[in-house]
């Protein structure tokens, strides 16, 4: 048989797709022994695995032939429902038709690449910003155009900027506890945002996996309770109940949800029946609501150790800082300029501890060398202390070079 070279039949979205530099880099990090700050995992230890037992063993007798059958593409009524109320709890005036679930908030990052990005167009983001949102947009071909970050969260000056010199599709916003950066947007940021979005016409994409994921401070309103016609509301239960459930939702206006719809349709028909009735189940039965508080506590705590840590270990220079993030999963470190973290990564798998390296969150990935991105939610608290330690013995050898 002849050999068959595939890259002559692959599509030029298929040639701008990439493995995802972090799944790479998980690969490198998942021996048992290394110490992985790396991966952006819940922790298993707490998974409700006997609250999604017993909601199995209860229902599958009783609608085994619904819970396994075809359903409808916009999603399982009652948890629309659910998420209808929950939404209205911050004060957007939700329906159910205003629900669309998603195969995770992954897929609903790819809709919206579908729905709404053609080549050429322009999308603001943060700088760094969620990488999955990159891997599902620049096979359309878009130009991002970034915006940098403080303690406070995006620069409004540097966003009005790019509107008034572009038509801008959107502007992509990760609202609370940043993936990769750990900041949150201030409240009268995120006025000013949904403020610009409708001076200059534009749409907001807001990702808020992390939003009930705070340990401390106070809880600020997402964007979409603030203008709810500009704001496309994505979030998911990955994070707050188990991700292998592949839940998450969009909130938007219904003329915009029923593009989502018909884009959905193409890709994958519906969400998984069986897993939308579990997690009905447990929200529906106060174990999320639980379970929150739980996941909470145990994050802060080894956010505070991660903290600690940090300030125990790590060299005393002007240049090092990292972020301390009101909640969520991540803190984001800053080194000294002369830093490469893809090489310090290198040494700090010999020395069994790894991290993301900050370039990988950049569009066009040609800033950010000295950052790098740390997870505090899937280490145990003993590694936490000696995974730092080890990292910051490396960073001390680097800056005495
Ligand atoms: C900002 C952000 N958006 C979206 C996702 C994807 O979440 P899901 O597991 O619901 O697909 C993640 C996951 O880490 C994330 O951090």
């Not at 009783?62 to 009652?78: I, N």
């Not at 807001?206 to 401070?217: K, S």
């Not at 016609?229 to 206006?253: C, D, H, M, N, Q």
């Amino acid at each position: 048989m002849n050999k068959v070279n595939i890259d002559k039949f692959l599509s030029n979205k298929a040639k701008r797709m990439k493995a995802s530099e972090i799944r790479e880099l998980l690969k490198l990090t998942e021996k048992p022994d290394v110490i992985s700050f790396a991966g952006g995992l819940p922790a298993p230890e707490v998974f409700p695995v006997r609250e999604f037992e017993e909601a199995a063993r209860y229902l599958l007798p009783r609608h085994g032939e619904v819970m396994l059958q075809y359903s409808t593409t916009e999603g399982f009524t009652p948890l629309r429902e659910f998420l209808a109320g929950y939404m209205q709890k911050y004060n957007v005036p939700a329906e159910v038709e205003n629900i669309q679930i998603t195969t995770g908030s992954q897929q609903a990052l790819d809709l919206v690449g579908k729905v709404f990005i053609d080549e050429g167009d322009y999308i603001i983001t943060s700088k760094p910003t969620y990488l999955g949102a990159l891997s599902a947009w620049t096979p359309f071909k878009p130009k991002y155009l970034t915006v940098n970050m403080d303690d406070d969260g995006m620069i409004v000056e540097e966003i009005e900027e790019h509107l008034k010199n572009h038509k801008v599709k959107f502007i992509y916003v990760l609202p609370n506890f940043h993936n990769p950066a750990g900041v949150t947007i201030s409240e009268e940021r995120r006025k000013k945002i949904v403020e610009l979005a409708d001076k200059y016409d534009t749409l907001i994409i807001e990702d808020d996996p992390y939003g009930e994921l705070r340990f401390e401070g106070k809880y600020l309103v997402p964007l979409i309770t603030l203008m709810k016609e500009r704001v496309i509301y994505l979030s998911t239960f990955s994070k707050t109940l188990a991700p292998g459930t592949r839940i998450g939702w969009i909130t938007a206006p219904k003329d915009i949800l029923t593009k989502i719809t018909q884009a959905k349709q193409g890709a994958d028909l519906h969400t998984s029946t069986l897993d939308q009735w579990l997690v009905y189940d447990l929200c529906s039965r106060g174990i999320l609501r639980e379970h929150v508080k739980k996941i909470r506590a145990l994050y802060k705590r080894r956010r505070d150790l991660m903290l600690k840590s940090l300030e125990d270990y790590m060299p005393k220079h002007p240049e090092i800082k990292w972020t301390r993030p009101q909640g969520g999963l991540f803190l984001w470190v800053s080194l000294p300029q002369k830093f490469n973290t893809y090489e310090l990564l290198d040494k700090a798998v010999s020395k069994k501890v790894a991290f993301v390296p900050g370039a990988a969150f950049y569009p066009g990935r040609s800033e950010g060398f000295n950052t790098l991105r740390l997870n505090f939610s899937n280490a145990k608290e003993d590694d936490i202390v000696e995974g730092i330690r080890r990292l910051a013995e490396l960073v001390k050898d680097e800056l005495n070079k």
